[in-house]
């Protein structure tokens, strides 16, 4: 999979030989995948030296605090790390009062605004119907309705209640988020091109698909659109070499499940990108092999896609595939980019191997099971 993730594509400085990591493991199998993701990155015998520090956050958290997010856990964060793994959140679907998602916190508090998720395929006899795909999904972090303003009122004229949502778009996070899509596609590109033409997957120029619903919500989605585009309409001469397209957010569900192969590099408003993501993970098997890294300038936290699972959380078959990759996410990010591919290519070589597997991927494996394969292919 992921040996084509990112690698220097989120590297921002000089590699510190000494990593203090904030282990966030929150609910349900978070507090299961984060301890494997922390042994595999001790196992790395050439990388730098890790310290770990756990922090609280969640929503059991909140049900015995009051609180899902902790001054602490942030001022540790911003004071003490270099960087953070975020397990999983059980978020309730129905409004609970003084509670907000602390993952959701989390991104505006540091600034977090992409959500990088790459998804792509493994060969593997215990997959044969699997399509080939190798996309990387942009997903703008801190606006879209997520902002959480929302209210509830009555109708005067019928009595019944009226609930509302507040949508924002800014041009300012847009862009950013178009940036870095397009620096993403030439960042793979040069990847690409270290391989001979008949050796890679994608054979044609890096592309960026602006994902939006313009047509119906023509000023939200339209300045969206507009200021991803700009990215590259202002800046011809340096994405010259990068095309552009454009997809209806219910076309592209449509035309990925169909044709997954025909995209590149995904850029797409926070709700659009949460849905698409989401949906991408059954094209590689299950929510437990796709991975996330919550970018900012100056920080960066690796999520799994997955959520809490409490129906098999403490039954110790969870899935640890996709927190191990977003723990390589992480390390790319502080420029360890040589142990990041090696965790990689031992988790695509226990996938590829198609005998170690959790039950989300049809096999009888525990989540130490699959740890320990990692750990022998490392």
């Known amino acids: 999979m992921a040996s084509n993730i990112l690698r220097r594509g989120l590297a921002t400085a000089a590699a510190p030989s000494s990593v203090k990591i904030g282990l966030i493991p929150a609910d349900g199998i978070g507090r299961e995948v984060i301890p494997a993701a922390r042994t595999v990155l001790e196992s790395l015998t050439d990388g730098p030296k890790f310290e770990f520090v756990n922090l609280d956050a969640g929503f059991e958290?909140?049900?015995?605090?009051?609180?899902?997010?902790?001054?602490?856990?942030?001022?540790?964060?911003?004071?003490?790390?270099?960087?953070?793994?975020?397990?999983?959140?059980?978020?309730?679907?129905?409004?609970?009062?003084?509670?907000?998602?602390?993952?959701?916190?989390?991104?505006?508090?540091?600034?977090?605004?992409?959500?990088?998720?790459?998804?792509?395929?493994?060969?593997?006899?215990?997959?044969?119907?699997?399509?080939?795909?190798?996309?990387?999904?942009?997903?703008?972090?801190?606006?879209?309705?997520?902002?959480?303003?929302?209210?509830?009122?009555?109708?005067?004229?019928?009595?019944?209640?009226?609930?509302?949502?507040?949508?924002?778009i800014t041009e300012y996070a847009s862009k950013r988020a178009g940036v870095m899509a397009f620096n993403m596609a030439l960042t793979r590109q040069k990847l690409r091109e270290q391989k001979p033409l008949e050796k890679r997957f994608w054979k044609q120029n890096p592309r960026v698909t602006i994902v939006h619903k313009s047509n119906v919500m023509s000023v939200t989605d339209g300045l969206w659109r507009e200021t991803v585009r700009a990215v590259k309409e202002q800046n011809s001469e340096k994405y010259?070499?990068?095309?552009?397209?454009?997809?209806?957010?219910?076309?592209?569900?449509?035309?990925?499940?169909?044709?997954?192969?025909?995209?590149?590099?995904?850029v797409a408003p926070n709700l659009y990108g949460d849905i698409i993501s989401d949906g991408a993970a059954a094209l590689v098997g299950s929510l437990g092999v796709v991975p996330s890294a919550n970018v900012g300038d100056n920080f960066v936290v690796g999520?799994?896609?997955?959520?809490?699972?409490?129906?098999?959380?403490?039954?110790?078959?969870?899935?640890?595939?996709?927190?191990?990759?977003?723990?390589?996410?992480?390390?790319?990010?502080?420029?360890?980019?040589?142990?990041?591919?090696?965790?990689?290519?031992?988790?695509?070589?226990?996938?590829?191997?198609?005998?170690?597997?959790?039950?989300?991927?049809?096999?009888?494996?525990?989540?130490?099971?699959?740890?320990?394969a990692v750990l022998k292919n490392l």
Not at 76 to 98: Q, R, T, W, Y
Not at 113 to 141: C, G, H, T, W
Not at 241 to 263: C, I, K, N, W
């Open 240 to 266: 010259s070499g990068v095309d552009m397209e454009e997809q209806l957010v219910d076309s592209m569900v449509y035309r990925m499940f169909r044709e997954p192969e025909a995209f590149d590099v995904v």
């Open 303 to 372: 999520e799994p896609v997955h959520g809490s699972a409490p129906d098999i959380a403490g039954k110790g078959i969870a899935n640890p595939i996709a927190a191990i990759r977003s723990a390589g996410l992480l390390l790319e990010h502080l420029g360890h980019t040589q142990q990041a591919l090696k965790m990689y290519d031992a988790v695509d070589a226990v996938l590829a191997e198609g005998k170690i597997l959790t039950p989300d991927l049809g096999g009888k494996s525990t989540t130490t099971d699959v740890v320990n």
């Open 61 to 168: 958290y909140f049900q015995k605090t009051g609180t899902a997010l902790p001054q602490e856990t942030l001022d540790i964060l911003k004071n003490e790390c270099n960087g953070a793994l975020f397990g999983a959140v059980s978020s309730p679907s129905h409004k609970v009062a003084g509670y907000s998602s602390p993952i959701v916190a989390l991104r505006k508090k540091l600034d977090l605004y992409a959500n990088v998720r790459p998804v792509a395929s493994v060969k593997s006899p215990a997959f044969p119907n699997q399509r080939e795909l190798d996309m990387l999904i942009i997903r703008e972090n801190t606006e879209c309705l997520y902002i959480k303003s929302e209210r509830v009122e009555v109708d005067p004229e019928t009595g019944l209640k009226v609930a509302w949502a507040d949508r924002k």
